[in-house]
């Protein structure tokens, strides 16, 4: 079994405040985005949130004209949205889209939101738009220079509830599933916990605070204690595997699609 080194210096773990904590066993603030109002389209949420920096950057993706394209999600809301960052010698005219998918990137809804900007602007962002019910989600954009369209650009997909090879999730940051409804948390007592509306569902059983989780690139779903101390894995292996807080409250490690480890949990 292998594990994560110099992890600290790798990632810059999402700082959240307080209100979406842990206390008395129970979540705070992860409610589903219908009912804190993630509604399609809404640029006044997607102006606040992002004042707020509440949210996180999954990929961004440049046009030919050196014009970026970002997609930003709020995992407390989720919801997603565009934003394009046009250089300032291009004088920000460009187009940023939304698209959402329930069939895995099979097939796109979008564009969904689609928002231009204007002379002499260098930047403009869709409204948030509401990833519930679907597995994954992208902005696209493109650039226009001189009256000339560039070529279309999406940033990589982002799944809700996903945590990819790679990733971190840090102290006080959390997984919600597509539908909004589960949370997996990594609290800052370090333990790991899966939430259903009201109650616990699953628990790594580690409680060493500063704990982080890590999905690494060899498969293997650890979680890591300062020092760099591995105190929790799943033993799985192979490339290209993810974790997923599933909509059924399953917390499932994937590989090519096939199940290798999961909380079974399903249901409940």
Do not use: H
């Not at 998918?101 to 900007?117: E, F, H, M």
Request: charged share 10%.
């Amino acid at each position: 079994m292998s594990f994560v080194k110099n992890w600290v210096a790798r990632v810059a773990v999402l700082v959240i405040t307080a209100s979406t904590l842990f206390a008395l066993g129970g979540p705070i603030g992860t409610a589903s985005a219908s009912s804190l109002g993630c509604n399609d389209g809404d640029r006044g949420l997607a102006a606040s949130i992002a004042s707020s920096g509440a949210f996180k950057e999954p990929g961004t993706a440049t046009t030919s004209d050196a014009v970026r394209i970002t997609l930003r999600y709020a995992p407390k809301y989720n919801c997603a949205w565009g934003l394009l960052n046009a250089e300032p010698r291009y004088i920000g005219l460009g187009n940023v889209w939304i698209d959402r998918s329930s069939s895995s990137g099979s097939g796109w809804a979008g564009p969904l939101g689609t928002v231009r900007t204007a002379w002499n602007q260098t930047s403009t962002y869709t409204g948030t738009w509401n990833v519930n019910g679907y597995d994954s989600v992208r902005a696209c954009g493109n650039s226009i220079v001189s009256g000339r369209v560039s070529n279309t650009v999406c940033t990589p997909w982002y799944f809700p509830g996903r945590l990819g090879a790679g990733r971190m999730l840090g102290v006080g940051e959390y997984l919600n599933s597509p539908s909004g409804r589960n949370t997996l948390i990594m609290q800052t007592d370090g333990n790991l916990v899966a939430y259903v509306p009201g109650r616990p569902v699953w628990a790594s059983g580690t409680n060493i605070a500063g704990t982080v989780l890590w999905m690494q690139n060899d498969g293997n779903l650890v979680l890591v204690a300062p020092g760099n101390r591995p105190i929790w894995a799943t033993g799985t292996s192979g490339s290209g595997a993810y974790l997923q807080m599933q909509n059924d409250a399953n917390v499932v490690v994937y590989r090519n699609g096939v199940p290798r480890w999961a909380s079974n949990t399903a249901g409940r």
